[in-house]
């Protein structure tokens, strides 16, 4: 069993930056791969990025490729999302989930999600 916990959500400017976090609990989540997914207010839910198990490749959606970058403490058991150069479009509720496919990109191969965290950009 899996536990995820998001932080680091807010308010920001148009072209800020925001680190979000993913703690995890549980003894197996190291051997899980974790993805970043968001959801804007009446869309549906979509991929932004996941990283492997051991943390050596990730991947990312067009739509923040060269602005997002993920990375991962295995000590800590904490996956990060570092969201620079902000636009208004990125707000969202973002969740962060484990599974055990890498690559994957559908919400469907996730078996543990968190709560979210809602990250919002003024333009």
């Known amino acids: 069993q899996v536990q995820l916990v998001e932080s680091g959500g807010g308010l920001v400017q148009a072209g800020g930056s925001l680190r979000l976090s993913c703690a995890a609990s549980?003894?197996?989540?190291?051997?899980?791969?974790t993805g970043w997914f968001r959801q804007a207010s009446g869309k549906e839910r979509e991929f932004v990025g996941a990283i492997n198990w051991r943390g050596s490749s990730t991947y990312y959606a067009d739509s923040v490729k060269g602005r997002f970058t993920i990375s991962r403490d295995v000590a800590k058991n904490t996956v990060y999302l570092q969201m620079n150069s902000l636009k208004p479009e990125d707000t969202a509720i973002y969740y962060c989930?484990?599974?055990?496919?890498?690559?994957?990109?559908?919400?469907?191969?996730?078996?543990?999600w968190g709560q979210g965290t809602q990250v919002t950009v003024s333009s």
């Open positions: 989930a484990a599974g055990v496919t890498y690559p994957a990109n559908r919400a469907t191969e996730y078996e543990y």
């Open positions: 549980g003894r197996t989540f190291s051997s899980y791969a």
